[in-house]
């Protein structure tokens, strides 16, 4: 016999005590079955019964164990929470004075002065001094290598066998080129 054919064998005489029982007790009278009810119930509350007294005797055990190992640690508690309020507010009267000072540093510097030299706007700036003056020598380095090539002063045989209106293209398509360039450097590059 395999041990599912047992497994079967043993609910089925589980099956059949239980209707056996259910006719037996159907069977007595009505006082017969409220006593053997109320037996097999009292047999389950006093069961309850010991767990509630067993639940009942832990729970004081941790009341008074936390009572007494409770108060030092809410003391605890309570002292380290007062040293952060402590840090915390000596952290922003710090934030503050520095607030104070960055503000008045900043309105030292005169923000509201106009940034403009002789009516050009933004020159006072550093940055824009330097772009300034980077366009600026740009710019002149660019007319001067045009010119001498217009003219015809660079001694390369490419540009000697030039006509003046080749000249003249071939420096307007390289200034385009370089302003393009520039432009174009001055979006990728700042």
Not at 13 to 39: F, I, K, M, T
């Amino acid at each position: 016999m395999d041990l599912e054919t047992k497994r079967i064998q043993m609910n089925s005489a589980e099956a059949a005590a239980e209707a056996a029982r259910a006719a037996y007790l159907g069977a007595l009278p009505v006082d017969q079955q409220a006593s053997l009810r109320l037996a097999e119930a009292q047999a389950a509350l006093d069961e309850r019964g010991r767990e509630a007294a067993q639940l009942t005797a832990m729970t004081q055990f941790l009341l008074t164990l936390q009572a007494r190992e409770g108060s030092a640690t809410l003391n605890d508690l309570a002292a380290t929470t007062d040293a952060r309020i402590a840090e915390a507010a000596a952290e922003i009267d710090d934030l503050k004075s520095q607030i104070r000072r960055e503000r008045r540093l900043f309105m030292d510097a005169g923000p509201s002065v106009s940034p403009a030299v002789g009516g050009l706007y933004f020159t006072r700036t550093p940055d824009n001094q330097v772009l300034i003056a980077f366009l600026s020598c740009f710019g002149a380095a660019l007319l001067f290598v045009g010119l001498l090539v217009i003219l015809g002063h660079i001694p390369l045989p490419y540009f000697e066998a030039m006509t003046f209106g080749e000249r003249l293209k071939t420096v307007a398509i390289f200034w385009v080129a370089a302003v393009v360039i520039m432009w174009a450097s001055f979006f990728v590059f700042t």
